[in-house]
């Protein structure tokens, strides 16, 4: 039994493509399975039947879910829907990220090219109507450059805040330091 985290190459058993597997376990149910490792992690972490699950999907709405990909879930689409030109077509189907076809439904569209869903909580498998907003490219790379500048300055004054402390405590200790040396020429001038 390959221990969690194990990295093999597809090649071992048979498989002709470069991929590499690595064997996880589903964070819901706990079974344990190979998986391909895209850009380093995990392509997917939940098995197929716990991501069909997911709080908020619309797998169960007649769209047969597929796989989840670098966090976000994709959905096999028929030719015959409405939203299907919004599809990337693959060789085995047409697939549809869920996020994008949670905003048409909302919409009552199929969504532009240019049209991009943000996810404000930054949790790519989190789809619910909620937390998704309808933006463009530009605009949706302020919105992460927002979040990045917010948390850095949070950061920036989370520092300042403990640099702070710091010093008050240093200083703190620096004063009874003080006193007691103070204290102690006090007594030997007493004395003589």
């Known amino acids: 039994m390959p221990q969690l985290g194990e990295i093999r190459h597809a090649r071992e058993w048979g498989y002709t493509s470069g991929n590499h597997l690595i064997?996880?376990?589903c964070p819901d149910c706990?079974?344990?399975?190979?998986?391909?490792?895209?850009?380093?992690?995990?392509?997917?972490?939940r098995c197929l039947r716990c991501s069909s699950r997911i709080n908020g999907?619309?797998?169960?709405?007649?769209?047969?879910?597929r796989f989840e990909s670098l966090g976000y879930v994709f959905l096999?689409?028929?030719?015959?829907?409405?939203f299907f030109p919004m599809a990337q077509?693959?060789?085995k189907g047409a697939y549809i990220p869920e996020h994008r076809l949670v905003m048409a439904k909302h919409i009552g569209r199929c969504l532009h090219s240019w049209e991009v869903v943000h996810h404000k909580n930054g949790i790519r498998n989190d789809n619910r109507i909620d937390n998704l907003e309808l933006t463009i490219h530009g605009a949706h790379a302020s919105l992460h450059n927002k979040g990045y500048r917010d948390g850095y300055q949070k950061g920036l004054v989370d520092g300042h805040q403990q640099q702070i402390k710091e010093l008050r405590e240093l200083i703190e200790e620096q004063g009874k330091l003080l006193n007691l040396v103070l204290?102690?020429?006090?007594?030997?001038?007493?004395?003589?």
């Open 23 to 25: 064997w996880v376990q």
């Open 30 to 45: 706990l079974r344990e399975r190979w998986t391909r490792v895209i850009r380093g992690i995990p392509g997917t972490h």
């Open 57 to 65: 999907s619309i797998a169960h709405h007649g769209y047969r879910l």
């Open 76 to 82: 096999l689409i028929d030719k015959t829907d409405f």
């Open 89 to 91: 077509t693959k060789k």
């Open 183 to 192: 204290w102690h020429f006090s007594k030997e001038s007493n004395h003589v």
